[in-house]
């Protein structure tokens, strides 16, 4: 059951979704594509000292009333409320990231995901990944390759947990393993001071922003680099030079309401303690 102080309707209007509200499969595909190319998966809070808060009232002041956008945790968290509020079945799961590793790695599981129970089947839902978040609901069986508004997807078995992978040009990439275990929120509030405050985890440091853009291409910027990546696997980059730019892609790309002074900060500390070369295939 769904917080009675989730505002169905002033997250709707935020994504700018306006038709049916019946619980079913059509309707989870248009609510996760809706959600996320309208709320940018984002991490700039925790540059400026602010861990991430989960709690309803927060989540809803940041990414509904804010304009704000927000990482896993916080996006997978309003996004359930809100698949509540239109009675939905969730199981709240978790997934260890394995994009960039070995298909096997042993990762700790700090990825939060969602499992839509519906006639058709167990699907997922994850509007939190940044630059692979699949833009519609998925079919959790293995072997199946599922088209999506952007790249096919697919999940294969590895040592019991399904894998989900996104084919970019001819090669399926792996992207996170998934644990079918259902979560408590207690455990996200562990892995988000972890991600939050852990002085080894990239978000701290480095300016990470990403959303699906038009034409099925998908926008991303990691500190300085600004990519654009288009269906056929190909890329665009380009590199900010000052602030005025960085003010324009944010704002204006990104969609994220931020004020002079917390970009100038954050800009502040990517010079200071950001990592300097390509980024991590999971932020690329």
């Not at 079913?24 to 996760?32: D, E, G, K, S, V």
């Not at 590793?101 to 997922?124: E, F, K, R, T, W």
């Not at 990519?227 to 696997?233: D, F, M, Q």
């Not at 003010?247 to 309401?257: Q, T, Y």
Request: with cysteine; charged share 25%; hydrophobic share 35%.
């Amino acid at each position: 059951m769904t917080a009675a102080s989730f505002d169905q309707q002033a997250w709707l209007d935020r994504i700018g979704y306006n038709g049916s509200r019946e619980p079913t499969l059509c309707t989870l595909h248009q609510l996760i594509f809706a959600h996320s190319h309208a709320i940018a998966y984002e991490s700039l809070d925790i540059m400026l000292g602010r861990t991430p808060r989960l709690d309803l009232a927060s989540l809803q002041r940041k990414m509904i009333f804010g304009g704000r956008g927000g990482y896993c945790l916080e996006q997978n968290m309003l996004f359930r409320e809100g698949l509540r509020s239109l009675g939905y079945k969730i199981t709240s799961l978790q997934g260890r990231v394995v994009r960039g590793m070995a298909i096997d790695a042993p990762c700790p599981a700090i990825h939060m995901l969602l499992q839509v129970d519906l006639p058709d089947g167990p699907y997922l839902a994850d509007v939190g990944f940044g630059n692979l978040a699949p833009t519609s609901a998925l079919l959790l069986r293995e072997g199946i390759e599922q088209a999506t508004p952007h790249e096919p997807m697919r999940f294969i078995n590895v040592v019991g947990e399904l894998t989900l992978q996104a084919k970019l040009r001819d090669t399926w990439e792996h992207i996170y393993r998934v644990i079918p275990y259902p979560r408590y929120d207690a455990e996200y509030e562990i892995t988000n001071w972890y991600t939050g405050t852990h002085p080894d985890a990239p978000y701290q440091s480095n300016i990470i922003v990403a959303r699906p853009g038009p034409n099925r291409t998908r926008i991303t910027m990691f500190n300085r680099r600004v990519t654009v990546r288009y269906a056929t696997g190909e890329a665009d980059r380009r590199h900010l030079k000052d602030e005025a730019e960085f003010r324009s892609v944010l704002r204006g790309e990104f969609g994220l309401n931020m004020t002079d002074n917390e970009i100038r900060s954050c800009i502040d500390v990517m010079e200071r303690k950001g990592e300097k070369g390509a980024p991590h295939p999971f932020f690329a």
